[in-house]
């Protein structure tokens, strides 16, 4: 089990930055991987960034050059800093973080935090 909770929504302006952080319960080394999610109403959620155990990152084409992800494992927390924000960026920000068994994949989630970005 993992427990995630994100902090570091709020209300920006275009071109604006925001930092997001998704502290996790136990040590993310642990973890195969830690993510970011959004979701803005009626619409599925959709990858933002992500970052394996290994380090390697993944950014959706929306954003990359623009977002961040990165991680502080002593403090078990992972990072999405958000510049240049546009207000297509608004939605639901949710941390996820998984694990692999030989069999199947388990997925975790965080509460989600709001981004409001204005134009």
């Known amino acids: 089990q993992v427990q995630l909770v994100e902090s570091g929504g709020g209300l920006a302006q275009a071109g604006g930055s925001l930092r997001l952080s998704c502290a996790a319960s136990?040590?993310?080394?642990?973890?195969?991987?830690m993510g970011w999610y959004r979701q803005t109403p009626g619409k599925q959620r959709d990858l933002v960034a992500s970052?394996?155990?290994?380090?390697?990152?993944n950014y959706a084409d929306s954003v990359k050059g623009r977002f961040t992800i990165s991680r502080d494992s002593a403090k078990n927390t992972v990072y999405l800093q958000m510049s240049s924000l546009k207000p297509e960026d608004t939605a639901v920000y949710y941390c996820?973080?998984?694990?692999?068994?030989?069999?199947?994949?388990?997925?975790?989630w965080g509460q989600g935090t709001q981004v409001t970005v204005s134009s």
């Open positions: 136990r040590t993310i080394l642990s973890i195969n991987g």
């Open positions: 970052i394996t155990s290994g380090g390697r990152t």
């Open positions: 996820n973080a998984y694990t692999n068994s030989l069999t199947r994949r388990y997925d975790y």
